[in-house]
Each structure stands twice: as structure tokens, then as C-alpha cells.
């Protein structure tokens, strides 16, 4: 196999450079969250602190307003995570295209 | 050509990913997995109407929320080669390896399991198994065999998870 050969168990998410920081999960069905990051498991379950949601447009639920609802600890599911990205070097931007 | 070879050979190129929800992120393979997981560095992420972006250094996305992966033209003839040299290297690797069936302790399968279930139930019933009662603390996944003995014959023994016949005097638990 190739040298990126990786076996099944682990997770090809390394969550433990980011434990501590704060960081951006968004879920299946469109909820999004941030918080710091205290802890996950191969199933990408994860525990976070401070957690804050983004609330959606009541409208059109594609849309985070900036309005935030605060959660304070939680665990997220990982069979419901949909991405996950460092909160840090996240932000809108112009259309690049 | 699997579409998950196509996939593994794209890593270290940029590609699209389109998401159920109708996103798609632009960034550089860094990593994908049997699941189709990936992991993405210096991503644009488009909103479904492709009137929002954002910058994300980097990302992950589970597999199962993909509708599908754009990769670049040159992706295919990766694949092409990769495979050759996989199906010589198989081809040799084959020959050395031959015969040896399973192995490399990967747990697996096996009865036997400290809670008690399975063949036997500790309960002085004589028969075969006897389960195998160690202390629970060692999880006896697989094959038992975790204390010695590897496949019990008969009589007295300790531990292993496949009793023959007799009695297993195994009832610490």
C-alpha cells in the first residue's frame, strides 16, 4: 500500500492539534457551532466548552445571522458531524472567482 | 478504477467537493479515508447559492455528506500508474506471503467474552466452554487464549476461551 495506507481505526481527523483552541462544527440538517475543543473520540464524537450557536435565518435556515445562542458544554455526535475546522483562519471573504 | 483509488491518488491536488446541503469547498486533497472522509487545507468554502465565501485554512468533511468530488483531469492517469505498481508489488508480495492465512493478532473474531454470554455461563454446568470468567478487566476479545493456555484440551486450565471439555476451573469472577 501507499504510504498514506491508514489503519481503519483511526480517524484521518487529527483533533489534537486543535484541542484547547476553538473550533467550527457544522452538523447534517445545518446547525453550526463553535467552542473550545476538550475532547473527542475515534468516531469523532467531540466535547465542547463555551459553545456557542449560530442561529439561522428563520426564513432561509442556509443562513447564519450573527445572532449566536450560548450552549456552554456539550457533546456532538459524531454521526451528525458534518465538518469540522479551526475557528482561527475561518472567515468570509469576496468571491475569489 | 475505483472511485476511492481515484480519490486516494488526488491526494496533494486541488479538488471540489460538493456536500448534500449544496456547498461546495475548493482546497487541496490532504487526506481521505475508506469512508471518504477528507481533509482539505486552504479551503474556499461556497454557500449554496454561490453568493457567500469564506477562507478556512483547513477542514475536515465526513464522508457521508458528500454528493460528489470534482478532481483534476490529470488525476486519471495518477490513477493508472498507481494501480500498475500496486498489482507488481501485490504480485511479489503475494509469493512471500503465501499460506499464511490469518494472523497478525488482529482480535477479531472468537467467542468467549468476560461478561459471561456465549457458550458456557460459569455455572458449574460442566459441558464444553465454561465461558471464560477471567477478570473482567481483560476485555477477551478474539481468541481467548489470553492467559497462557492457547486452546484447551481437557481439564484443569485457566483462561482460554475455548474450552474443550471438563471441567474449567475458571470461576474467579
Known sequence: MTSSFNPKKESILDLQKFLGKEICVKFTGGREVQGILKGYDQLVNITLDQTQEFIRDAEDPLITTDEKRFLGLVVCRGSSVMMVCPTEGCEPIDNPY | ?173
Not at chain 2, 468554502?45 to 483531469?73: A, E, H, L, M
Open chain 2, 1 to 173: 478504477m475505483l472511485p476511492l483509488s481515484l480519490l486516494r491518488t488526488g491526494q496533494g491536488h486541488q479538488i471540489m467537493v460538493e456536500l448534500k446541503n449544496g456547498e461546495t469547498y475548493n482546497g487541496l486533497l490532504v487526506n481521505c479515508d475508506n469512508w471518504m472522509n477528507i481533509n482539505l487545507k486552504n479551503v474556499i468554502r461556497t454557500s449554496k447559492d454561490s453568493d457567500k465565501f469564506w477562507k478556512i485554512q483547513s477542514c475536515y468533511i465526513r464522508g457521508n455528506t458528500i454528493k460528489y468530488i470534482s478532481v483534476p483531469d490529470e488525476i486519471i492517469d495518477l490513477v493508472a500508474e498507481e494501480e500498475q505498481t500496486l498489482r507488481t508489488t501485490y504480485q511479489q508480495r503475494g509469493d512471500s506471503n503465501r499460506g499464511r492465512g490469518r494472523g497478525e493478532g488482529f482480535g477479531g473474531r472468537g467467542r468467549g467474552d468476560a461478561s459471561g454470554r456465549g457458550r458456557g455461563d460459569n455455572s458449574f454446568r460442566g459441558g464444553r466452554g465454561g465461558g471464560n470468567s477471567g477478570d473482567s478487566s481483560s476485555a477477551s476479545r478474539g481468541r481467548g487464549e489470553y492467559r497462557g493456555s492457547s486452546r484447551g484440551g481437557r481439564g484443569d486450565f485457566r483462561g482460554s476461551s475455548r474450552g474443550g471439555r471438563g471441567a474449567n476451573n475458571n470461576s474467579t469472577a
